[in-house]
């Protein structure tokens, strides 16, 4: 639609040449018809309104010629002069019904085809023409260069408005001998004037609005897909640093230790250290394989609902006896099931609390309590260690980041990523404690068990 909007002749050597959807290349006008705003491409919501108004046009234009063709009856003269009116009649109000019923099929043959909007000008000049000009169909006559700038532009409305003029000269000249005749023409003119003016400002409008919503729409999407990207990045870089990286961490301190019993030669000692650095090592490859899996699976898979509570227990048995570090799980309230997803971030904060604790911390217990409610989740992770050097602010954070430390703004994002709240700080017992409260639907959570079930059970 957007090429045929400018039907009438070329801008010349200096235009711009732009395509139409009806295979013409057309010089985009320059000057004072450079205001003529192209359709947006891609965007059809302005095409579809502006279609509507032409629609809401073309219904006045026959509203109009039903109500004043009886006058133009009225004044014809009978014999040729009266079939003539008569037929000028019943094809305007055709080429109107059929603009309004069918517009998708009309519509483009008269993008096309400016001529049939002139045809149509005759058929109203008829009428005006042996109904007066105080007549309903001087009214008809506005909504031609009101169409011709919906569907032109400025040169469209020029041309057309320059036509309707010439029409209404002729009218005033044939009836100037009746009074009033020549108010109702200059009133009609201005009304023309206004009508293509109007037009065109209306088809400027919403097609610079197409445009800037077809841009902002496109600078949403790419901003999406950033956004999306960074949030990816962040993911695997999170996964990394909890699985693999950790692995190929104690790979590299059991491959220092095989080296130290080395220089022993003590054969126990080195099966023993060689059986670790090998163990780290297929952990390491299956931990890599999971990750790749994640990446290469489907995204809109749901995970199923996780108890919490036994993948917790089993994480810190093996923590304990990987490290010998007494670790107590506590745990009140409802069953702790959470989506998959959020069960799998939790998991990883613990993980993440524990090997600090381990690490950095020099920890010789550690308290993992949960606490569940109608609605919320509460996690709490306590040792005995030395304590956060400096307290977890978003500085200090930021610091510990650019250090190489990546954990703690790990646990944070993880949080961050269910709805949840992530607190760093020293506990009662000078060590470090982390909490963690996420927000849950009642729904979700199963009821506790009552007293007789758990009789039942035990």
Same mark, same amino acid.
């Given at each position: 639609?957007?090429?045929?909007?400018?039907?009438?002749?070329?801008?010349?050597?200096?235009?711009?040449?732009?395509?139409?959807?009806?295979?013409?290349?057309?010089?985009?006008?320059?000057?004072?018809?450079?205001?003529?705003?192209?359709?947006?491409?891609?965007?059809?919501?302005?095409?579809?309104?502006?279609?509507?108004?032409?629609?809401?046009?073309?219904?006045?234009?026959?509203?109009?010629?039903?109500?004043?063709?009886?006058?133009?009856?009225?004044?014809?003269?009978?014999?040729?002069?009266?079939?003539?009116?008569?037929?000028?009649?019943?094809?305007?109000?055709?080429?109107?019904?059929?603009?309004?019923?069918?517009?998708?099929?009309?519509?483009?043959?008269?993008?096309?085809?400016?001529?049939?909007?002139?045809?149509?000008?005759?058929?109203?000049?008829?009428?005006?023409?042996?109904?007066?000009?105080?007549?309903?169909?001087?009214?008809?006559?506005?909504?031609?260069?009101?169409?011709?700038?919906?569907?032109?532009?400025?040169?469209?409305?020029?041309?057309?408005?320059?036509?309707?003029?010439?029409?209404?000269?002729?009218?005033?000249?044939?009836?100037?001998?009746?009074?009033?005749?020549?108010?109702?023409?200059?009133?009609?003119?201005?009304?023309?004037?206004?009508?293509?003016?109007?037009?065109?400002?209306?088809?400027?409008?919403?097609?610079?609005?197409?445009?800037?919503?077809?841009?902002?729409?496109?600078?949403?999407?790419?901003?999406?897909?950033?956004?999306?990207?960074?949030?990816?990045?962040?993911?695997?870089?999170?996964?990394?640093?909890?699985?693999?990286?950790?692995?190929?961490?104690?790979?590299?301190?059991?491959?220092?230790?095989?080296?130290?019993?080395?220089?022993?030669?003590?054969?126990?000692?080195?099966?023993?250290?060689?059986?670790?650095?090998?163990?780290?090592?297929?952990?390491?490859?299956?931990?890599?394989?999971?990750?790749?899996?994640?990446?290469?699976?489907?995204?809109?898979?749901?995970?199923?609902?996780?108890?919490?509570?036994?993948?917790?227990?089993?994480?810190?048995?093996?923590?304990?006896?990987?490290?010998?570090?007494?670790?107590?799980?506590?745990?009140?309230?409802?069953?702790?099931?959470?989506?998959?997803?959020?069960?799998?971030?939790?998991?990883?904060?613990?993980?993440?609390?524990?090997?600090?604790?381990?690490?950095?911390?020099?920890?010789?217990?550690?308290?993992?309590?949960?606490?569940?409610?109608?609605? $919320?989740?509460? =996690?709490?992770?306590?040792?005995?260690?030395?304590? /956060? &050097?400096? !307290?977890? %602010? +978003?500085?200090?954070? @930021? *610091?510990?980041?650019?250090?190489?430390?990546?954990?703690?703004?790990?646990?944070?994002?993880?949080?961050?990523?269910?709805?949840?709240?992530?607190?760093?700080?020293?506990?009662?017992?000078?060590?470090? $404690?982390?909490? =963690?409260?996420?927000?849950?639907?009642?729904?979700? /959570? &199963?009821? !506790?068990? %009552? +007293?007789?079930?758990? @009789? *039942?059970?035990?």
């Amino acid at each position: 639609m957007d090429g045929i909007l400018h039907p009438f002749g070329s801008a010349g050597r200096t235009g711009r040449r732009w395509s139409s959807p009806f295979g013409r290349r057309r010089e985009r006008p320059t000057g004072y018809l450079a205001d003529d705003a192209p359709a947006p491409g891609g965007v059809r919501l302005q095409l579809n309104a502006l279609q509507a108004l032409c629609r809401q046009a073309f219904a006045v234009r026959l509203a109009a010629i039903a109500i004043g063709a009886p006058f133009a009856m009225t004044n014809a003269t009978d014999g040729l002069p009266r079939y003539g009116v008569l037929a000028a009649a019943v094809l305007g109000v055709m080429g109107s019904y059929a603009m309004l019923r069918d517009w998708d099929r009309f519509g483009p043959r008269l993008l096309a085809h400016p001529t049939l909007m002139a045809l149509d000008l005759t058929f109203g000049a008829v009428l005006l023409l042996t109904a007066s000009p105080a007549s309903p169909l001087a009214y008809a006559t506005v909504c031609t260069p009101l169409l011709s700038g919906l569907l032109y532009g400025w040169r469209g409305a020029g041309v057309f408005t320059g036509l309707q003029f010439i029409v209404l000269l002729t009218v005033f000249r044939a009836w100037e001998h009746r009074p009033g005749a020549g108010a109702n023409t200059l009133l009609v003119a201005g009304f023309c004037i206004g009508a293509g003016i109007i037009g065109v400002t209306l088809r400027n409008l919403m097609f610079r609005f197409g445009t800037a919503s077809q841009a902002l729409s496109e600078a949403t999407s790419r901003l999406a897909v950033a956004e999306a990207v960074d949030s990816e990045r962040a993911r695997l870089a999170r996964e990394m640093h909890d699985s693999v990286a950790k692995t190929l961490h104690g790979l590299a301190l059991a491959a220092e230790a095989l080296a130290a019993s080395a220089d022993g030669a003590d054969p126990v000692a080195l099966k023993r250290q060689a059986t670790v650095v090998a163990d780290a090592a297929r952990i390491a490859a299956a931990e890599s394989r999971t990750l790749l899996s994640d990446l290469r699976r489907h995204t809109d898979l749901t995970d199923p609902d996780t108890d919490v509570l036994p993948e917790l227990r089993s994480m810190t048995s093996d923590f304990e006896a990987r490290t010998r570090i007494a670790v107590v799980v506590r745990h009140r309230g409802a069953n702790p099931v959470l989506p998959g997803t959020a069960a799998h971030h939790v998991l990883a904060i613990v993980s993440e609390a524990l090997e600090n604790a381990h690490r950095h911390a020099g920890a010789s217990a550690v308290t993992v309590e949960l606490d569940v409610s109608a609605h $919320e989740f509460s =996690l709490h992770v306590r040792d005995d260690g030395v304590g /956060l &050097p400096t !307290p977890a %602010t +978003p500085a200090t954070l @930021a *610091a510990w980041t650019r250090s190489g430390h990546f954990g703690l703004l790990g646990m944070t994002e993880r949080a961050a990523c269910v709805g949840g709240l992530l607190a760093l700080d020293r506990s009662s017992r000078g060590g470090t $404690e982390v909490r =963690l409260t996420l927000p849950l639907p009642s729904a979700a /959570l &199963p009821s !506790p068990p %009552t +007293p007789q079930e758990e @009789a *039942a059970h035990a």
